[in-house]
């Protein structure tokens, strides 16, 4: 089959880096994402330095291609019907209610995605999972597209993304690997192929792996509980760092240059956030009880267990330096995204941190890079803050001082804080980022590895 036309069904922190991406890489193909959301859509086809969300480098490889061979529409039946190969890159959240609540991922994005494939095409189609799914969920997919189609063939493949928020760009251009699961029927196997072709326009052969469709799908959620779990194993070690005296960055250093081990994803800090780390060890834990390993579910759930331990043990360690007295006092929390470089903060450590400090009475100011302050306020509804204290947000452009505050907190790992002006507030470190022994002269700083006095 000749792709000439791709339609991928979600405009959100894949779909649209992933899709500008494959258009600048292949102008020969039309590119068109499409998202049920149609202020999204406004956005992605406004002012580059206005997309929906931000990605070093995304603007400027959007501003090359857009209009030219990708688009942005929020025609779905139209561009569903045109196109050849259809990606579907919705969200696939924690399900809240039902049957695996708090758990299992919630499906009903991507079913309402087949539904419209099934409903709107009028000829084969290639449907690729891009969303990150349980495994066996191409075969719930595969029932939904056979049951409303007339005749219809489809082939379903599973093509996770690995990419990371904050170096997107980068990770799309020049990914570590490419994963196509697919049949291994002659149709199936012929999918596989015609997606590899679109890959291999700038991804070298040797790292576009082929699999069984169910490999595919569970490899993503390993992946991503793998990484998480040396996120939990090196914040598990900060706390044992605090009652030893040991220090947590040599420890990582030590660590990681054992080659067997590698020096990624060691660096302590106040828990790992984000859309997917979670959701997708849950959902693990979720798959692992369903086939009855029980023991490996609780061992996965661990990685979690610890995470939220050390939130926990972070804020405590400002509620412990007020002796529990927080009342009026004003605390400045820097980093809101889950990590710097992106203007996502979906569980982002900061949201646990500052609610929690709000309801002890602590006045809480929010400074970010990149999150504007739309977003922020919407987080204080969505997470349940309490409605009659607050934070107040800073605007990214002025304010840079934060010297009248009685504590601030350090949330993200962006080079740039090194040059706020801190006056001589006390400085707690949930990046461990500030070892720099101008800073030190003059704050107080509390760290991971430290015990507060
Ligand atoms: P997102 O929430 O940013 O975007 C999803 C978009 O899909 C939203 O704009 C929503 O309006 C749209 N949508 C939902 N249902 C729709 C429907 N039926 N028709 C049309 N549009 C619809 O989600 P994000 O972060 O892009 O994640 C998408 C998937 O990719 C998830 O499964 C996630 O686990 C996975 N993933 C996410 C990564 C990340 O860093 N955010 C990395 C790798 C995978």
């Not at 082929?210 to 900060?238: F, G």
């Not at 002025?398 to 090194?418: C, N, Q, V, W, Y």
Request: glycine share 6%; net charge neutral.
């Amino acid at each position: 089959m000749e792709i000439k036309n791709i339609c991928c069904i979600g405009a959100g922190y894949v779909g649209g880096p992933t899709m500008a991406v494959i258009a600048f890489k292949c102008p020969h193909i039309n590119v068109t994402v499409v998202d049920a959301n149609s202020e999204k859509i406004k956005a992605w086809n406004g002012p580059v330095e206005n997309l929906p969300i931000y990605e070093p480098g995304l603007a400027e490889v959007v501003q090359q291609v857009r209009g030219r061979n990708l688009f942005f529409s929020d025609d779905i039946a139209e561009n569903i019907e045109k196109s050849e190969m259809i990606f579907m890159a919705v969200n696939t959240p924690t399900k809240t209610e039902g049957q695996g609540a708090g758990m299992a991922a919630d499906l009903r994005y991507v079913e309402a995605c087949a539904n419209d494939i099934a409903k709107y095409s009028k000829s084969d189609k290639i449907v690729i999972e891009k969303s990150t799914l349980p495994v066996r969920t191409a075969e719930k997919i595969e029932e939904i597209l056979k049951e409303n189609s007339n005749g219809i063939h489809f082939e379903i493949l599973s093509n996770p993304e690995f990419l990371a928020e904050g170096t997107a760009i980068e990770d799309l251009f020049k990914s570590d690997r490419v994963l196509i699961g697919g049949d291994k029927t002659k149709s199936g196997q012929k999918a596989v192929q015609t997606l590899v072709n679109i890959y291999s326009n700038w991804i070298p052969k040797e790292k576009i792996l082929t699999n069984n469709v169910w490999s595919a799908e569970l490899a993503k959620l390993a992946s991503n509980a793998m990484l998480a779990q040396r996120i939990s194993s090196i914040n598990s070690l900060s706390a044992l760092c605090e009652k030893t005296g040991a220090d947590i960055d040599e420890l990582s250093k030590a660590i990681g240059m054992d080659h067997r081990i590698g020096p990624h994803f060691l660096k302590a800090s106040v828990g790992f956030g984000g859309s997917c780390f979670q959701k997708d060890i849950l959902n693990l834990v979720y798959l692992c009880n369903h086939y009855g390993l029980n023991e490996v579910a609780e061992y996965w759930h661990q990685v979690i267990k610890i995470n939220d331990y050390q939130k926990k043990r972070f804020t405590k360690k400002v509620i412990e330096h007020f002796n529990g007295n927080l009342k009026g006092k004003k605390i400045s929390i820097i980093g809101w995204g889950f990590k710097e470089k992106t203007n996502d903060s979906r569980e982002s450590a900061s949201i646990y941190v500052a609610k929690w400090l709000c309801e002890l009475g602590a006045k809480i100011e929010i400074f970010d890079f990149h999150m504007s302050e739309d977003k922020i306020k919407k987080d204080f509804i969505t997470y349940d803050f309490i409605t009659n204290n607050y934070p107040t947000i800073l605007s990214p452009e002025k304010e840079k001082i934060f010297k009248s505050s009685h504590a601030i907190i350090l949330m993200t790992g962006d080079p740039r804080i090194t040059k706020f002006n801190f006056g001589s507030s006390c400085v707690f470190d949930g990046r461990n980022v500030l070892k720099l022994a101008s800073l030190k002269s003059k704050n107080k700083i509390i760290s991971l590895d430290k015990p507060n006095d």
